[in-house]
């Protein structure tokens, strides 16, 4: 079957760096994305890995190992506005996106 | 970037009424949209692939009766709930895939927060 497994919850302070991780296991690979949702709304776009490494933007990154089936987001200079679910999205060979649970991302002062 | 609208953005509704929303892509055309559904603390499921000019591909336990899915246009496509019921309610969230790019990436609407009552 096809998985996407990521933490339920994370805590993390205010200015601080974070790191939210993702394993996956699909039927073939075309990409993985990273989507930011706040509560109520519809996810929005933060980043797209289909090849091996780092990709950085501004103060998110997101890394990828397809060897691995590994990807994590990491969040520098945390901002209470960062407070959300980050979900972890696979497209498989038919390019249909594989959802993980998402990750609530709470930030504290 | 490209632009995905969905109409309305929020609806109430009695039970077993119909409610039709539109998903539109502004700015380019998309020969695929997805319709998903998220219950409240719950991740995306996707419910349906919406095809222009065919049927609707729908995902294992969803209704084609009850989710009547149209495509007729390459930037436009609607999703019915025929006879709505309050376990219906949800928030429903179109996405749409740019056809004229290789880029993978799927755009999506704003959502649709349906409540039956």
């Known amino acids: 079957g096809q998985n996407i497994d990521q933490p339920t919850e994370m805590t993390a302070t205010e200015g601080a760096i974070v790191q939210i991780n993702c394993t996956y296991q699909t039927s073939g690979f075309n990409g993985l994305f990273w989507y930011q949702q706040h509560a109520g709304e519809a996810p929005t776009f933060l980043s797209y890995n289909v090849l091996d490494g780092l990709e950085e933007k501004g103060r998110f990154s997101s890394f990828l190992s397809r060897s691995k089936g590994y990807s994590y987001l990491l969040l520098k200079e945390l901002q209470m506005k960062d407070s959300a679910s980050y979900l972890c999205a696979v497209m498989d060979s038919n390019y249909q996106l594989i959802w993980g649970a998402g990750t609530k991302l709470i930030i504290k002062p | 970037g490209a632009v995905v609208s969905q109409h309305p953005s929020r609806v109430i509704c009695k039970s077993g009424t119909s409610v039709k929303i539109e998903c539109r892509s502004l700015d380019f055309q998309a020969t695929t949209m997805f319709w998903y559904r998220q219950f409240p603390k719950q991740s995306l499921m996707l419910m349906a692939t919406?095809?222009?000019?065919?049927?609707?591909?729908?995902e294992q336990g969803v209704e084609k009766d009850k989710f009547l899915i149209n495509h007729a246009s390459l930037t436009l496509s609607t999703l019915t709930v025929t006879s709505a019921h309050p376990e219906d309610s949800s928030f429903y969230i179109c996405?749409?895939?740019?056809?004229?790019?290789?880029?993978?990436?799927?755009?999506f609407g704003p959502g649709t927060r349906l409540t039956v009552l």
């Open positions: 919406s095809n222009e000019g065919s049927k609707a591909t729908y």
């Open positions: 996405s749409a895939h740019d056809s004229g790019t290789d880029y993978n990436e799927q755009f």
